[in-house]
């Protein structure tokens, strides 16, 4: 029986699915804790919808060239395709929901480049932007995923 939730760390981030497609899911719902100063880099995907719903601690978004600064309680919609990225902009671990529909792209995308971690273990912000070689790599396994890295 798989992890009923496993939890991949990923550029500065801790993802824990909560529901997700390949377990008969119509959506990938995952819990989101971010070290300090880390989030996603700038990225687009065509086919999944994405939301975030902030839970606790701050962060800056940027969608579609608008950025916008949110705290607990606050929705951040990113309409399909646009090009968008976050990053916690508090001093402690942040939080939110994600909110991926169809989802299958975002599990993949987290599944494969994610490092599964225990879900209790406390993010680490990064200690730089990977190297080119690291970075041509992650581009090319998120493009096999469906989501396009735009750095």
Not at 28 to 41: M, V, W
């Amino acid at each position: 029986m798989p992890d009923p939730a496993p939890s991949y760390h990923l550029f500065g981030n801790i993802l824990t699915f909560r529901a997700r497609p390949s377990e008969g899911s119509a959506f990938l719902l995952s819990e989101c804790r971010s070290a300090p100063g880390a989030g996603a880099p700038p990225n687009r995907h065509p086919e999944d919808e994405e939301a975030f719903y902030i839970l606790s601690g701050s962060y800056e978004f940027s969608v579609d060239g608008v950025t916008r600064n949110v705290g607990p309680g606050d929705y951040v919609p990113i309409p399909t395709g646009a090009p968008h990225h976050f990053r916690n902009t508090g001093p402690g671990i942040a939080s939110m929901l994600v909110l991926n529909s169809p989802g299958r792209q975002h599990e993949a995308f987290f599944s494969s480049l994610g490092e599964p971690v225990d879900q209790a273990t406390e993010p680490v912000t990064p200690a730089g932007p990977p190297p080119d070689a690291v970075l041509a790599g992650l581009r090319r396994l998120s493009a096999e995923c469906g989501v396009e890295l735009l750095v």
